[in-house]
């Protein structure tokens, strides 16, 4: 059973910094490739950033820039440093990972709120 757990959200003022960490557990992490989603109050959720098992990374348009995506196999942890927060990056922020037979998993997600 695999399972990943967020922590680090928070409320912050704009232009302030968070770090995001997700920690896997029950699976071999290191071939996962692994992403951030967010969802904001009332819209759909979203890409925000990507880093594969091979350490390709891809980001969201509005994030580029702004926020960096690493990965510690060592520790089985993800991170989203994240940074110049605007209020517009408020949302419950996801940790997801897939498995290379592309079967997908969700942690329970953690609330970043960004005022003004």
């Known amino acids: 059973q695999v399972q990943l757990v967020e922590s680090g959200g928070g409320l912050v003022q704009a232009g302030e910094s968070l770090r995001l960490s997700c920690v896997a557990s029950?699976?071999?992490?290191?071939?996962?490739?692994m992403s951030w989603y967010r969802q904001p109050p009332g819209k759909q959720r979203e890409m925000v950033a990507t880093?594969?098992?091979?350490?390709?990374?891809f980001y969201a348009d509005s994030v580029q820039g702004r926020f960096t995506i690493s990965r510690d196999n060592t520790k089985n942890t993800v991170y989203l440093q994240m940074n110049s927060l605007k209020p517009e990056d408020t949302a419950t922020y996801y940790c997801?990972?897939?498995?290379?037979?592309?079967?997908?998993?969700w942690g329970q997600g953690t609330q970043v709120t960004v005022s003004s």
């Open positions: 880093i594969t098992s091979g350490s390709v990374i």
């Open positions: 997801n990972g897939a498995s290379p037979s592309r079967r997908y998993y």
């Open positions: 029950g699976t071999m992490f290191s071939i996962y490739d």
